[in-house]
Nanobody, 123 residues
Framework: QIQLSESGGGLVQAGGSLRLSCASSRPTFSPYAMAWFRQAPGKEREFVGYIRRSDDTYYGDSVKGRFTISRDNAENTVFLQMNSLKPEDTAIYYC?????????????????WGQGTQVTVSS
């Protein structure tokens, strides 16, 4: 069983930056794509962005230009660099992995999920 583990969340002021990490428990794990989702209080979980095996990236409109997804294959880790943070970015951030292609934001198509890490942006 593959486990994903997020880290790097915390409290930051508006305009600040944070970098989240998502590590896989299996060094040889090579999914089709790794994605980040987030869930704010009282809202549904939403797509943030993903990075495919080809290193192509795609972002949701609300974070485009502010967030960047990258990976370190040697460390089996995917990163979410978040800049120019806003209070509305406050949420629990989850990483997820999908094995096959499909609709990038369809959560049911992601097989593996982390437990999430809290990001709080103060105004």
């Amino acid at each position: 069983q593959i486990q994903l583990s997020e880290s790097g969340g915390g409290l930051v002021q508006a305009g600040g930056s944070l970098r989240l990490s998502c590590a896989s428990s299996r060094p040889t794990f090579s999914p089709y794509a790794m994605a980040w989702f987030r869930q704010a209080p009282g809202k549904e979980r939403e797509f943030v962005g993903y990075i495919r095996r080809s290193d192509d990236t795609y972002y949701g409109d609300s974070v485009k230009g502010r967030f960047t997804i990258s990976r370190d294959n040697a460390e089996n880790t995917v990163f979410l660099q978040m800049n120019s943070l806003k209070p509305e970015d406050t949420a629990i951030y989850y990483c997820a992995a999908r094995i096959y292609t499909g609709h990038y934001s369809r959560q049911s198509e992601y097989t593996y999920w982390g437990q999430g890490t809290q990001v709080t942006v103060s105004s």
